[in-house]
Structures are given as C-alpha cells and as structure tokens.
C-alpha cells in the first residue's frame, strides 16, 4: 500500500453533513461537509482517547467528538473542550490529521500523505466525464461497489490481464475458442500503463444480441478493440469499442487493508442512453466481479512478490510488469505505508494507521500530537514513566 497518491475514497453524493466512516490503506477517516459545502477529511482518531469521530456529530463546522465532546474544525485543530472550565486554554497539541480533498468525477478524492502541493502526483484524467448525458454529452453513467477478500494489486493487475478474459469470463464474454493475445506496444507514462489489443468476443446474447442481429455465430462476430491498464495508486480503466458504441468502466481499488479490498466503480456508454438500460449495465459489470473474486481470492501468495522473477512472465504480461517495476521504485522512494505510519498500543494487533499529513510539516504542534509510536520505529517509552507529571495537562497547558 502506498501514500502520498490521491484515493478516491467515496461517491460525493453520499457525504453529507452527518460524518461518514472510510477505510483507506488501513487507516480509519471521516469525512464530513461544511455549511458552505466544503467537504473535510481528517483522521477517525480523537487526539485525546482515540474514539471514532465518524460516530459523532458536527456543529459549528466541526466534528464533534461522541466520547468527551471535544470539537475539530476543518484543519484537525480541537476549538473545544468541554469538560475545560470557562477561560483555560486548549491545548495546542490537541489535534488531528487534516488531508486535502478534491471532488471530482463524482468522487470525493483525498490526498493521503504529507508532500507539499507542488510535489504531488496528479489526480489521474477521467476525460469521459465532461461529456456526460444529465450535462448533454454523450455519456451515461452507472455506479455501484463490490468488496472483494482480496489485496489490492491483485485485483488490479487482474482488471489489466488480457489473457484471463477468455477463461474466468467464459460464457459471458470470453472467448475460450480464441485465447490468443496479439502483441501488443505498452502506452507508459510516469503513473498509467495500457495495452490495446484486438478480442475475439463469443456469441451475444440477451439484450446485448441487438448488436449483432445479422452476426449470431462466432465466424461472424468481429473482433472488439479493447483497452485496459492502470492509473496509480489503485485505479483500473477498462475501455471496449463495440460496433454500436464505447463501454468505459473505472475503478477505484480502496484498499481497506492488506487483505480487503472495497472497489467503487463507474460504468459509462454512449449507447443504449436511455434510464431502462442502467439495471442491464449494473448487472453486467457486477456478472464480471462475480467471476473475477473466486479465482482472485484463492491466488497465493496474497500479496504481490517483491521480486519480478518470483512469478513468471509472458510479452502478454507487460501491462502488470510495468506495475510492478513501478512499484519497486515508489517502495525505494519510502512511499510505501509501514512501521513509521503505526501508532502503537500494548496490544499489537489493534495498532492505529495515522498517515502523516502536510500540516506536520507546517505545524509543530500536529508533528508533535503523538506521542507513542510503534516500537518497530525504534521508539521507546521514557525510562521513567512516572517522571512526567500530569498537573499541566490537568492545567489545560501543551506538555510537549
């Protein structure tokens, strides 16, 4: 898993002023909306005894914390105390993660990881979606989610597997009889990989038989152009040119933690625009998971190796061994999420993932909030623990 990469972590629809729980790379967030509309995420971690924000309130623009009442504003910074007599101060170490948020292509997209603005990987182009039906394009949009029990890159190099198609897809639209894959010319950038190839498609049936009335048989169908390939972090595009139209589906891999993994999805057409062809649309693309997940789930190991000559590899592979390639580099880059981003406990299995945010980098008081890191970090309690008092906290005054 890898931060300092924008996640695209939930419909925009469905965040409203009622604080909404995520999971991103193991890490609890909560976002909410401001009065104005502005949507806020911050860690789901109340800087003073860990409970969830998600299960509070918000009031003021500030989430309101259900276990002690205290408030976070839209910078993670406490602006209340309750149980503080009138007058003392609040703590300047009373805060929380506060991370960037876009909304975009109806996903609210939040940046998980502390790199200055400047210095960010761009949110990944999904040019579709200026072209929409509801805004007079051409494109119409179905949305939906499926959990898989799964890690997240291998379900993303599966979404980018060509030669998988004719064999989990067999039946629906798969081809068995034509597994080959021609060769094919990688389209790389610094943070996508595609390959467009050539399908032979089975016979069509159902709704779907429109298409090829005069061509029924497999002799007859025409090869399909199709696309695939990745966008980082964790986003899967799957383009398919059909005589009568594009069918376009992105997919955003959330992964919950190293074993879990939720995927939003977006499924567009440019055919069959009408609303009595969405429950058609959704049942197809949710038919693909369903023949995907068994055989994902059972792969070994779970996670992908780390070294490229662990599995083997076929010219038909390069789309997924450009991702690992990739991969390995962000790993040495120390972008991926580890001991460091761990707030440890005495119970090791119930750890906290707090990413750092940019506002450790401006904020003293933020980098300084915790106190207690993991002990694979090399952090060690005081040799006295008692030698700190307690009388300044108690005093409302920052012991840092």
């Not at 419909?11 to 009622?18: D, K, N």
């Not at 998600?54 to 504003?73: E, K």
């Amino acid at each position: 898993m890898f931060k300092n990469f924008w996640y695209a972590v939930e419909f925009a629809e469905r965040v409203a002023r009622t604080p909404t729980a995520v999971v991103c790379l193991g890490q609890r967030l909560v976002l909410f909306r401001t009065a104005a509309g502005r949507t806020v995420c911050l860690s789901d971690l109340c800087a003073h005894r860990g409970a969830a924000l998600s299960g509070g309130t918000v009031a003021d623009d500030c989430v309101v914390c259900p276990y002690h009442g205290w408030r976070f504003d839209a910078d993670g910074a406490c602006t209340k105390i309750p149980a503080n007599p009138p007058g003392r101060a609040v703590p300047a170490k009373a805060r929380v993660d506060a991370y960037p948020v876009e909304e975009r292509y109806g996903f609210i997209w939040v940046f998980l990881g502390d790199l200055p603005e400047a210095e960010r990987p761009p949110i990944p182009e999904w040019p579709e979606f200026a072209d929409l039906v509801q805004d007079g394009g051409s494109f119409r949009a179905v949305t939906g989610e499926f959990l898989w029990h799964s890690n997240y890159e291998r379900i993303l190099e599966n979404g980018c597997d060509i030669a998988h198609t004719p064999f989990v897809h067999a039946g629906s639209f798969g081809n068995p009889e034509r597994p080959e894959v021609e060769d094919y010319t990688l389209d790389e950038t610094e943070w996508s990989a595609f390959a467009t190839v050539r399908l032979h498609p089975p016979a069509a049936k159902g709704l779907w038989s429109r298409l090829y009335r005069g061509s029924r048989t497999l002799t007859e169908r025409p090869p399909v152009t199709v696309s695939a390939g990745w966008m980082l972090p964790n986003l899967i595009k799957l383009h398919v040119r059909l005589p009568l139209g594009n069918m376009i589906i992105y997919d955003t891999n959330i992964p919950v933690d190293e074993n879990t993994t939720l995927v939003k999805w977006v499924a567009l057409r440019d055919f069959f625009t009408g609303g009595w062809a969405d429950a058609n649309a959704r049942k197809r693309v949710l038919k693909i998971f369903r023949e995907d997940a068994p055989v994902v789930d059972a792969v070994r190991p779970e996670l992908l190796p780390v070294d490229l000559a662990a599995e083997l590899h076929l010219k038909s592979d390069l789309v997924s061994v450009a991702y690992r390639r990739r991969r390995r580099e962000l790993a040495e880059s120390g972008w991926q999420v580890g001991p460091a981003d761990t707030i440890g406990g005495d119970v090791p299995s119930r750890d906290a993932v707090v990413i750092a945010s940019p506002g450790r980098r401006t904020v003293p008081e933020l980098a300084r909030a915790w106190a207690q890191k993991s002990r694979d970090v090399g952090a060690s309690p005081p040799a006295n623990p008692e030698a700190r008092t307690n009388q300044d906290e108690f005093a409302g005054k920052d012991t840092a």
